[in-house]
């Protein structure tokens, strides 16, 4: 029983958990009778070790005892007849009840006297192990004949135990039946099984990285650096690039202006930018100003802008060109940042700020179902910075190319600009995998930081860039062992690390250099501690683990973050006392479960908690499911992550609704896109009748059912390009079945993919597509007729088929001033995969004809729409010139007697008398294109033409950048001809509802013009319905004004909502 109870607590203490059954054999004689015959009685007994709760090792000897006694009593029931009554699952690599085993040899001095033979017991070698540990006793007889010793021998299989391991036990035991005999009340998780010695290793010579680390502010360290190399290059992103004296005067001049608006230390300024030397001059500035820096989510729904925002109290933002438009929360005051010459040589005059203050906010999901801001401090940040890994050769171009919301940002931009070296930034916010690998390439980049996803990535697609990088750190997820060895092969000499560390410690704590002779069947290990850090691996009672057993990771030293903004109660439970460290320090609790190996590397093991990482993104189920479970469709939700068929995570929510609707799946995802960011929004969404729960009242996840991420029927593959569309889809997506009309994203689909997919195309068909190209072609049959015809051509035709599947009446959207239709693409999220949505776009883009007159261009676009839908009822709608168009065609149909069921104007007025004076010159269309397109002024005579709206156009990334000068000027035809257009119109009446969406910004009283929705009523016969939106004329499709219309058409065409649906 002592043995027993002993054996489990140090099993217990290993990390096997704490119900602990052991298999014991007893000899099957208890019947008196049996004493002396000859036979095999043996029978197993399994035994059963409960730990949990701390008991005191003798209170936990004695309900053993208990036990036993009473598993002794009904010991004749045959083993084979226990494993029958429970049926266990069975598996050819275990016991179906215990894999441990004790035996106790306690038969006495068996000695056997022969005359004229001298006989003793020898021990035989083992055979093969039955199970994965048995501990055998035999106990040691003195001569009088009293046991006065106990020899004992551990059977291990090979399989899963080395020599070592085995060893480490043994000892491990024997330190514990010391100690409880000298100490029996002692608590079972406070009996020491290390030794002092073991123990000063763990805790204090492992985690001897103390260095020292400058007390001052970044502000001061990069001025320092500003006066050391004042020429040497700081940032360079494409042809720009920016000197140390440069970057300091730019961002001197915005800090400037932040202290004007009263931003000084721990005040926030949000920042909505792309990847730009702007971004850098702004995150500067606002640490120059005193304040910290709040990131935003380029593509995140405004309700979590505004969390993030009143949580933080932020009062001032600063946007690039490219969000100058995007509606913000109204309290914000916005400034925009732009590459531009200092105006002013303003010094940097110290403000009273210090290490301790902020340098910026940083918010990751949270489980109470709002996201969690971290507060890190500029100490925080300069001691990762500064730490001597980055210090080397290797990190003289540093590529800055991770989301700036993304803490691996820190790295690049301050561990590069503190030590002096080059961050190369990659411009823009979509993963461009081509821009990536030929910014490599073309900067001659030294160092990078790739998650495990496009570290994966780019070593299946495009090894070959990564030939000037000396050091490549990756991390985020478990490392792809065949990525690794695909890089090996093409690059043997570069220098690949396994980095890890949660966002609370300041973006990375320990590192592991993968060696050319790691196994690459085995797991990563992720390494030892960074300076200035301490790793401890300890219980649920914080006491240090040994080597080789599994405990929960926490972390100590000058990164932890200050904790989570305005939530004590959290910091609380994640920011504890250091009992290792110096009075008042304090560790963090990871909840990451790892283990020591006896050379003081650390092996990620998994998570004690339901916290995933998904592409690197750190999330907590629990927000999501809060947000599901907003939806007034859902009655309970449960999300958990899942490998799919190319073993890629995905989340799958599995959904209790109040009442089931074959659309449900589809509108639950759009809902959790609305409010969550993308890479939080799950890949399948399950109904069912219940969630499954164990004994225990948890959620049974082994129950739940198994998604086959898309088994999904449609149309099926008709042309050749389509068929290899198809099994690319397929195959990427790890999905069997699909329909050609299925959107990519909607799937499942994500960047990584989305760049897989695009590398694939250019590889194999020599087609050079970008991620937008795929956003704007979702499917396989819209990517098929993009690939089968002039790719230019296909999108500048007058159907534009958006999203040509779907069973409900299609909306066809009249073209603004230049003539394309690509914008209306951002209505596809809000209509939903049943809504069919087509762009008319001018025939002068696609033909060089000039339409004479906005009659003829109606009948012409009519002829068009009868081609896709020859029956009413008819939707239609237009955007400021379009609307004039929509109007037209509307009328047109009722004369031909077929029904208009929906007109929608957005931002259009009835203005023909104004036109009629306006004569509108090249240079006067190029400012107005110039404008639409860009959402900005030109900034001076050289952007005021063709050539230079299309550099700008190229620095945005924007989609127009690709197309060729004579479309270019066809387009600026369509701007100088409209008003002419106009001007000579003479519009019907219709007869119906008017739809109006009016932009509340923008129009100047200076104009002198009257823009009144209701100007409408002499050419409508209806009601006008106005919905007044937050934005200017020229955002109206944008992505922030989208999500104030885009409810609204929802509800108008009748599309199933969370609002909707009973």
């Known amino acids: 029983m002592l043995l027993q109870t002993g054996v489990a607590v140090m099993l217990s203490r290993m990390g096997a958990g704490d119900d602990i059954t052991l298999g014991t054999g007893v000899a099957g004689r208890a019947d008196e009778a049996m004493a002396n015959l000859i036979g095999f009685f043996v029978n197993t007994l399994v035994l059963r070790v409960n730990c949990a709760g701390n008991p005191e090792f003798n209170q936990l000897l ?19 007849w226990v494993v029958e009554a429970l049926n266990p699952e069975r598996s050819a690599s275990r016991h179906p009840l215990f894999q441990v085993m004790l035996v106790l040899q ?17 021990p035989v070698g083992f055979a093969p192990a039955k199970f994965d540990l048995t501990f055998n006793f035999d106990e040691v007889y003195s001569d009088d004949g009293e046991v006065c010793a106990l020899n004992a021998q551990i059977e291990y299989a090979v399989d899963l135990f080395d020599r070592d391991t085995v060893t480490a036990l043994a000892q491990y035991l024997v330190r514990l039946l010391s100690f409880i005999a000298e100490e029996p009340d002692t608590p079972v998780a406070n009996i020491p099984l290390l030794t002092a010695e073991q123990q000063c290793k763990m805790i204090t010579e492992w985690n001897a990285t103390e260095q020292k680390v400058p007390m001052v502010s970044l502000a001061c360290l990069f001025e320092k650096q500003v006066a050391v190399v004042p020429e040497h290059i700081a940032l360079s992103c494409g042809d720009e690039q920016l000197t140390y004296a440069q970057l300091n005067a730019r961002a001197n001049d ?45 593509s995140d729904p405004l309700e979590r802008w505004q969390h993030i925002v009143d949580e933080v109290g932020i009062q001032v933002a600063l946007v690039d060109d490219t969000h100058s438009h995007v509606v913000l929360p109204a309290s914000l005051q916005v400034e925009t940042v732009v590459n531009a010459s200092t105006q002013h040589n303003v010094a940097w005059v110290s403000e009273p700020v210090s290490a ?41 171009r540093v590529l800055l190319h991770s989301p700036y919301a993304f803490d691996a940002s820190t790295y690049e931009l301050w561990a590069t600009l503190l030590n002096g070296h080059q961050a190369v930034i990659v411009p823009g916010n979509d993963l461009d995998l081509d821009l990536l690998t030929s910014t490599i390439v073309e900067q001659q980049v030294t160092a990078a930081f790739l998650t495990s996803g496009l570290f994966r990535l780019i070593a299946e697609e495009h090894p070959q860039c990564l030939g000037s990088l000396q050091k490549v750190f990756t991390g985020g997820e478990k490392i792809s062992a065949s990525a690794v060895q695909a890089v090996r092969e093409h690059w043997p000499n570069l220098e690949l690390m396994n980095i890890y560390g949660p966002t609370e410690t300041t973006t990375y704590a320990t590192d592991y250099p993968i060696a050319k002779t790691d196994a690459p069947y085995l797991d990563v290990p992720i390494g030892a501690a960074l300076d200035n850090t301490s790793l401890y691996v300890l219980d649920e009672f914080l006491q240090p683990v040994p080597v080789g057993a599994p405990g929960e990771l926490y972390i100590a030293g000058r990164g932890l973050a200050r904790g989570y903004l305005k939530r004590p109660g959290q910091s609380a439970a994640h920011f504890i006392a250091d009992p290792f460290g110096p009075a008042g320090s304090r560790m963090y609790r990871t909840g990451d479960v790892v283990k020591w190996r006896r050379d003081g590397v650390l092996n990620f093991v998994g998570r004690s908690d339901q916290q995933v990482k998904i592409r690197g993104f750190r999330i907590e189920p629990g927000e999501i499911e809060v947000v599901l479970k907003q939806h007034s469709a859902v009655q309970q939700a449960a999300v958990i992550p899942r490998e799919d068929h ?79 569309l198809y099994a690319q889809f397929c195959e990427l997506l790890s999905i069997e079945h699909i329909s050609i009309d299925d959107n990519f994203f909607a799937l499942g689909g994500h960047s990584l993919l989305a760049a897989r997919l695009i590398a694939r195309i250019e590889k ?31 999108i500048l035709d007058i159907m534009l088929p958006l999203q040509p599947a779907g069973e409900k009446t299609p909306l066809f959207c ?37 339409p004479p007159s906005i009659y003829d261009m109606a009948k012409n676009y009519l002829a068009e729409i009868y081609k896709i839908q020859p029956e009413g009822p008819y939707s239609l709608l237009g955007w400021s010139f379009g609307c004039h168009l929509a109007h037209e065609i509307a009328t047109l149909l009722q004369k031909d007697n077929k029904a208009v069921n929906v007109l929608i104007f957005m931002d259009g007025y009835p203005l023909w008398k104004t036109y009629r004076d306006m004569v509108r010159t090249d240079r ?119 999500k104030e219309i885009g409810p609204i058409l929802q509800q108008r065409f009748g599309i199933l909502t969370d609002s909707s649906i009973e």
């Open 764 to 794: 194999e068909l020599d087609e050079k597509l970008t991620i937008r190209d795929l956003f704007e072609s979702p499917t396989v049959v819209l990517l098929a007729r993009r690939l089968e015809s002039n790719p230019r051509g296909n």
């Open 924 to 1042: 006067e269309s190029l400012r107005a294109m110039f404008e639409a397109f860009t959402g900005s002024a030109p900034e001076n005579e050289q952007q005021l033409s063709v050539a230079g709206l299309k550099k700008r156009l190229s620095e945005i990334e924007h989609p127009l950048a690709s197309l060729d000068q004579n479309i270019f000027e066809r387009i600026l035809a369509e701007f100088r001809d409209a008003p002419h257009l106009l001007s000579e119109f003479s519009p019907s009446r219709f007869q119906g509802d008017l739809v109006f969406f009016r932009a509340l910004q923008g129009h100047s009283e200076a104009d002198n013009v009257n823009y009144d929705p209701h100007l409408w009523g002499e050419y409508v016969e209806g009601n006008i319905v106005l919905h007044d939106i937050n934005c200017s004329h020229d955002s109206m499709l944008g992505e922030g004004p989208l």
């Open 356 to 396: 301790q203050n902020l340098a910026y906010v940083m918010f990751t999901s949270g489980s109470t179902g709002q996201p969690k801001g971290i507060a890190t401090t500029q100490d925080n940040v300069i001691t990762l910075t500064l730490d001597r890994r980055w210090r080397s050769e290797h990190h003289q």
């Open 814 to 850: 009249l073209h603004p001033g230049g003539g394309l239709s690509w914008s209306y693409a951002g209505l596809i999220p809000y209509l939903g995969e049943q809504q069919p949505l087509y762009g008319i776009q001018a025939r002068r883009l696609s033909t060089g004809l000039v």
């Open 62 to 80: 004695a309900s053993v005892r208990e036990f036993m006694l009473s598993a002794y009593a009904n010991q004749d029931v045959p083993f084979d």
């Open 106 to 122: 306690n038969n006495g001095d068996n000695t056997q006297q022969f005359a004229n033979l001298q006989a003793k017991p020898q």
């Open 646 to 724: 190319s073993g890629n995570k995905q989340l799958v929510a599995y959904v209790v609704p109040f009442a089931s609707h074959e659309d449900l799946p589809v509108l639950l995802q759009q809902h959790a896109r609305e409010h969550l960011p993308d890479f939080m929004v799950p890949a399948v969404v399950m109904l069912l009748a219940e969630l499954p729960l164990n004994a225990n009242g948890k959620l049974d996840v082994a129950t739940l059912p198994h998604p086959n991420f898309g088994l999904r029927q449609g149309r099926q593959p008709q042309t050749e390009s389509e068929k290899w």
């Open 254 to 298: 915005l800090a400037q202006r932040l202290r004007q608006l009263g931003v000084k230390a721990e005040h926030g300024v949000a920042l909505l930018m792309e990847r730009s030397l702007s971004l850098a001059i702004a995150i500067l500035a606002v640490i120059k100003a005193g304040g910290f820096y709040v990131p935003l989510r380029t």
